[in-house]
């Protein structure tokens, strides 16, 4: 299903080279830093996150965060394009409980994603690089 998923056209756009994008997920199954969801309504299945401590790994862009930041990591299923917004406020709602900030780090072009990350309550208009130098959006939602 994530195959699928990373191999459809608005994904693939943003999640370069689905194969080695799904070889990621596999990889991170076992590390407990990491935390995967499969996202349902109605009981169908309509989109893939992942949440891990912002600092966990070597990310440049994130290196002013506070130490207990929350980094999110998300796509869409073909059923859940338009969902994003209000599944990802929820989502944030429960991590926010934990944590004092979230953070999602998209590309600056991805408007359509920037969208869904706003009305799921994110803000930031500062574009950083990644650490692999390309540009990223970094939106925030604190507590």
Known sequence: MLAEWLATGQVALWWLDPEHQRALVVEDLDNP????????????PIAYAQ?????????PHFADLPQDAIAIDV?????????????????GDR??????????????????????????GFSGHEIRPD????????????R
């Open 131 to 142: 650490g692999e130098g390309q540009p990223c959006r970094i939106l925030t939602r604190r």
């Open 33 to 44: 830093a990491m935390r995967q969801l499969i996202v349902l309504h109605d009981d169908t």
């Open 75 to 91: 796509f869409s299923g073909p059923a859940g394009m338009g969902h994003g917004g209000a599944w990802l406020r929820l989502l």
């Open 95 to 120: 991590l926010l409980q934990q944590a004092p900030l979230l953070v999602i780090d998209p590309d600056p072009r991805n408007l359509r994603a920037i969208r869904a990350y706003e009305k799921a």
């Open 51 to 59: 949440h891990y401590p912002a600092h966990e790994w070597p990310a």
